[in-house]
């Protein structure tokens, strides 16, 4: 059984961090997956934030570039998205998704490509 946990969403002033975390549990070979976050805003679509594919080669969306940073502990199976500098537009439930093909071509930010999903964890700035 598969199973994606985010955690450390929380409420922020504009300006402050968060980092959230992924622990991926009941994955064989997890390391072999392309990892990604992903953000949905009430009333938007999810869109994607970062992904790390397997080999390494990391990705952001334009609008966190330069504020985001996405890593991995292949040990602890543990993906992180260090926010920083956020602002009241990163408002959102923010959700880690892992897929061993998703990541493949320029379509990491389809949605509908990526196999397993977290629960979402919420993250607020104001």
């Known amino acids: 059984h598969v199973q994606l946990v985010e955690s450390g969403g929380d409420s922020v002033q504009a300006g402050g961090s968060l980092r959230l975390s992924c622990q991926v549990l009941?994955?064989?070979?997890?390391?072999?997956?392309?990892m990604a976050w992903f953000r949905q805003a009430p009333g938007k679509e999810r869109e994607g934030v970062s992904v790390?594919?397997?080999?390494?080669?990391?990705e952001y969306a334009d609008s966190v570039k330069g504020r985001f940073a996405i890593s991995q502990d292949n040990a602890k199976n543990t993906v992180y998205l260090e926010m920083n500098s956020l602002i009241p537009e990163d408002t959102g439930m923010y959700y880690c998704?892992?897929?061993?093909?998703?990541?493949?071509?320029?379509?990491?930010?389809?949605?509908?490509?990526?196999?397993?999903w977290g629960q979402g964890t919420q993250v607020t700035v104001s």
């Open positions: 998704a892992a897929d061993v093909t998703a990541c493949r071509g320029d379509l990491w930010w389809a949605v509908g490509r990526w196999k397993y």
């Open positions: 790390v594919h397997s080999g390494g080669t990391i």
């Open positions: 009941g994955l064989f070979g997890s390391n072999s997956y392309c």
